[in-house]
């Protein structure tokens, strides 16, 4: 089976890649990455508060970061997170760059439109071979409309569109009004790729202490869904990469992933629990369903599922939602006997 894909431009041997989490931030795990095959090496996000906080001597006071911004103070729910300044960052991606033989996209979540200009710039300079947007907003803003929301996603990618040269990823949240209308607006201003979707934590409420805790639990399969139905409504619809991130841990759901549409499919949580290997199962997995069910290529089986081309595509539309609320009514009556 031919696993090849094309993502952002790029020309991988599969389509199977770590997503941006601190695994890269040791470069014998990187390396491990690779020898497990990974077809590019996705780097965590750099972070704006980050630098802002290291300017201001307060890297490691995560009190004042939760304060200061719901958005980012949830990916950093151990101080050792703040581990890559910006300093280090960027070395960082140098050193990566020169230690591995597959591409390597950098990340970045910026909450200025200085700050997303000025640290593109540094990263692309870095010798990244992609960038990767990672917009992570909780709106908390009664005055804030979505138009709002969305504007800010636009014209930074605009102007980023402007400025750099290499490809551009945008890693979207599900929680857009219109996806497919967002998607299409991007896909128009040459956004190279769309990541769906980012995860949002949640933090949790401790009753006694009347204290909210940080929950940074891992994904499971069940999260997958959300983001097959997102791949599955855009996928053939624009010019723009579409690469799946959330709930990948077995190789059939990198099959469905494949066939709902995803170029590229970023696995993390997997990959913090049981290590680099597990990349290397996902892909001889894939590999060997693919082979089994007589699939040639990647291409052949890709999108194979979108809504454009299943052969039931209610199933993502409103159609199917009475269908399936009526579904559950009767099997529990059959359950109980009625
Ligand atoms: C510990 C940890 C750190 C993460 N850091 C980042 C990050 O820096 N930037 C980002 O865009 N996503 C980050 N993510 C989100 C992942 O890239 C990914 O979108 C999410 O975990 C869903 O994929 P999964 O189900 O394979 O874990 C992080 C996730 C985890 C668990």
Same mark, same amino acid.
């Given at each position: 089976?031919?696993?090849?894909?094309? %993502? +952002? *431009?790029l020309?991988?041997?599969?389509?199977f890649m770590?997503?941006?989490?601190p @695994?890269?931030?040791?470069?014998?795990?990187?390396?491990?990455?690779?020898?497990?095959?990974?077809?590019?090496?996705? &780097?965590h996000?750099?972070?704006?508060?980050?630098?802002?906080?290291e300017?201001?001597?307060l890297a490691?006071?995560? *009190?004042?970061?939760?304060?200061?911004?719901a /958005?980012?103070?949830s990916?950093?729910?151990?101080?050792?997170a703040?581990a890559? *300044?910006?300093?280090?960052?960027?070395?960082q991606?140098a050193?990566?760059?020169?230690?591995?033989?597959v591409?390597?996209?950098?990340?970045?979540?910026?909450?200025?439109?200085?700050g997303?200009?000025?640290?593109?710039r540094?990263? /692309?300079?870095?010798?990244?071979?992609?960038?990767?947007?990672?917009?992570?907003?909780?709106?908390?803003?009664?005055?804030?409309d979505?138009?709002?929301?969305?504007r800010?996603v636009i014209?930074?990618?605009?102007?980023?569109?402007?400025?750099?040269a290499? !490809? +551009?990823a945008?890693?979207?949240?599900?929680?857009?009004?219109?996806? !497919?209308?967002l998607?299409?607006?991007?896909d128009?201003?040459?956004?190279? $790729?769309?990541?769906?979707f980012n995860?949002?934590y949640?933090?949790?409420?401790?009753?006694?202490?009347l204290?909210?805790?940080?929950? +940074?639990?891992?994904?499971?399969?069940?999260? +997958?869904?959300?983001r097959?139905?997102?791949?599955?409504?855009?996928?053939?619809?624009?010019q723009?990469s579409? #690469?799946?991130?959330?709930?990948v841990?077995?190789p059939?759901?990198?099959?469905?992933?494949? &066939?709902? $549409?995803?170029?590229?499919?970023?696995?993390?949580?997997? @990959?913090?629990?049981?290590? !680099? $290997?597990?990349?290397?199962?996902?892909?001889?997995?894939?590999?060997a369903?693919?082979?089994?069910?007589?699939?040639?290529?990647v291409?052949?089986m890709?999108?194979? &599922?979108?809504?454009?081309?299943?052969?039931?595509?209610?199933?993502f539309?409103?159609?199917? %939602?009475?269908r399936?609320?009526?579904?559950?009514?009767?099997?529990?009556?059959a #359950?109980a006997?009625?």
């Amino acid at each position: 089976m031919n696993l090849s894909t094309r %993502y +952002l *431009g790029l020309d991988l041997r599969h389509p199977f890649m770590p997503g941006a989490s601190p @695994l890269v931030d040791d470069i014998d795990a990187v390396r491990r990455l690779e020898d497990a095959g990974a077809s590019a090496i996705v &780097m965590h996000s750099l972070f704006e508060e980050q630098i802002e906080h290291e300017r201001e001597g307060l890297a490691h006071h995560l *009190g004042v970061h939760a304060n200061s911004s719901a /958005e980012a103070a949830s990916y950093f729910p151990e101080p050792a997170a703040f581990a890559l *300044g910006p300093d280090r960052y960027l070395e960082q991606v140098a050193r990566i760059k020169a230690q591995v033989g597959v591409p390597v996209i950098a990340s970045l979540n910026g909450t200025t439109p200085e700050g997303w200009l000025g640290y593109a710039r540094l990263i /692309e300079q870095a010798g990244a071979d992609a960038l990767e947007l990672n917009f992570y907003h909780v709106a908390t803003d009664l005055l804030e409309d979505g138009a709002a929301v969305e504007r800010r996603v636009i014209d930074i990618v605009a102007v980023l569109k402007e400025t750099i040269a290499i !490809p +551009l990823a945008v890693k979207l949240s599900p929680f857009y009004s219109s996806l !497919p209308n967002l998607a299409w607006r991007l896909d128009q201003l040459g956004a190279d $790729g769309l990541v769906l979707f980012n995860r949002f934590y949640q933090p949790d409420i401790d009753p006694e202490l009347l204290e909210t805790v940080p929950a +940074l639990r891992l994904s499971t399969s069940a999260e +997958l869904h959300l983001r097959l139905r997102g791949l599955a409504i855009l996928s053939g619809r624009l010019q723009a990469s579409l #690469a799946l991130s959330g709930g990948v841990h077995e190789p059939v759901d990198a099959v469905k992933a494949v &066939m709902a $549409g995803a170029d590229a499919v970023q696995i993390v949580s997997l @990959l913090l629990r049981r290590g !680099p $290997g597990a990349l290397a199962q996902i892909v001889r997995g894939f590999e060997a369903w693919g082979e089994e069910h007589e699939y040639d290529s990647v291409s052949q089986m890709r999108g194979s &599922m979108s809504l454009s081309r299943c052969p039931d595509p209610e199933a993502f539309e409103r159609g199917n %939602y009475v269908r399936i609320l009526q579904s559950w009514r009767r099997t529990e009556q059959a #359950a109980a006997g009625h």
